[in-house]
């Protein structure tokens, strides 16, 4: 069989993930200190787990309704509420997911057509141009700058605004920069949306996780609800990475579209992931504030550390990375990391991984420990070190 006329052009298309293609690379290394993934190395809780197992004791393996459980809808229409004073039913505004990553891959179906153009700032997440292209809509890049301190400018989305703009990626707290958007700058972006039809896609998996002030979701603004698609779930706050849990909140005439994919491409989310993700909510509150002030305390650590070493690195105001300035070196993201990988046994990830403009950056994870940490920034440090003197190979 002649493969090539046989595959859609435009997945063969895609490009894999950079993250991935460094992650995959340390299967075959040994002494390898990784920072590579956005992996809380807490595990579950016991209590979230607990629930879980107990379920599974008593048989509840069963279908559950397209949308999720009655039980987790209503937890997290009250969750919103409780944490972000935002108002969603839980019965026709809420929906569960396989993770965050398919609430994405939904909001994205649900509007885009064929030649309709969707702004995406970046550096981001991975994967919103990659499905923007695959339902043929056309990614139209914002880059934001470390003199911005990676934050949206207001200026840049008033000069792409088309009459093909569907909708607007807003992806903070931000991986990979650590960026977060304040009410007052959120504001400044409601002004430019208020009198067009553009759908905001506002990724806020990240959200619990912010240091110094809370998060505030573009969805409380006014006029912004009615227009917002937010993403959101368990994996980073909660530590429920390989439950896979996500969930949408959107207006009801959005929502009922993104349940239909879900139906045919998914049915439900696991019922067992669903019960644990009803206790997280339920009971969750302090799990939360103790993993994100040890985030904070790492945050803190490696930022110092980075500048010790004399790296620029932006102070990261939310999520769970560092994104230090590598470009004095004169070497591509892709040559700086793979020779701090293979000449000092430590993985961080390019920074064009999450779009060109990524390009003279890296991304470090500090969702590990201290220790962990400890040891990469000394191999950093080693590195670094070479590299001024001109003895690296």
């Keep these: ?53 107990e379920s599974l004791e008593k048989g509840m393996t069963y279908y559950t309704s397209n949308a999720g459980t009655e039980e987790l809808r209503n937890e997290i229409s009250a969750y919103m509420l409780r944490r972000f004073s935002l108002k969603y039913d839980a019965m026709t505004e809420t929906m569960v997911t396989v993770g965050g990553s398919e609430a994405i891959d939904l909001a994205i179906r649900a509007i885009v057509e064929p030649g309709d153009e969707v702004i995406i700032p970046t550096p981001s997440f991975v994967c919103y141009e990659p499905i923007v292209r695959l339902v043929g809509g056309t990614p139209i890049i914002l880059a934001t700058e470390r003199k911005d301190a990676f934050k949206l400018n207001p200026e840049k989305l ?47 998996i990240y959200a619990e996780l912010t240091y110094g002030e809370r998060h505030v979701s573009i969805a409380a603004l006014p006029d912004m609800w009615e227009r917002t698609i937010l993403v959101n779930g368990f994996s980073k706050s909660y530590a429920m990475t390989g439950w896979r849990m996500g969930f949408l909140c959107a207006p009801a005439p959005i929502l009922k579209q993104m349940l239909k994919i879900h139906q045919y491409a998914i049915m439900c989310a696991p019922t067992t992931s669903q019960i644990a993700a009803t206790e997280a909510l339920r009971n969750g509150d302090a799990d939360i504030a103790r993993m994100a002030a040890e985030y904070d305390r790492r945050r803190k ?93």
């Design 1 to 53: 069989m002649d493969y090539s006329k046989v595959l859609s052009k435009t997945a063969v298309s895609l490009k894999p993930s950079g993250i991935r293609k460094f992650f995959d690379l340390l299967g075959s290394m040994t002494d390898v200190v990784a920072l590579t993934v956005g992996q809380p190395d807490f595990p579950t809780p016991w209590h979230i787990r607990e629930a879980g197992i």
């Design 301 to 393: 650590y490696i930022h110092e550390g980075l500048r010790n070493i004399g790296l620029d690195a932006f102070e990261p105001k939310g999520a769970f990375y560092i994104f230090p300035s590598i470009g004095e070196f004169g070497l591509s993201g892709d040559e700086f990391c793979e020779k701090l990988l293979y000449n000092y046994r430590c993985a961080i990830v390019p920074g064009q991984a999450f779009g060109e403009s990524g390009e003279g950056f890296a991304r470090i994870s500090y969702a590990y420990s201290v220790k962990h940490i400890t040891s990469a920034l000394e191999r950093i440090d080693a590195f670094v070190t070479d590299l001024k003197k001109g003895t690296v190979k």
């Design 158 to 204: 008033k000069s792409l605004i088309t009459p093909k703009t569907k909708m607007l990626v807003l992806p903070f707290p931000n991986n990979p920069t650590g960026a977060i958007m304040t009410r007052e700058e959120l504001a400044e972006i409601a002004d430019i949306l208020r009198d067009t039809n553009i759908v905001v896609l506002s990724d806020e």
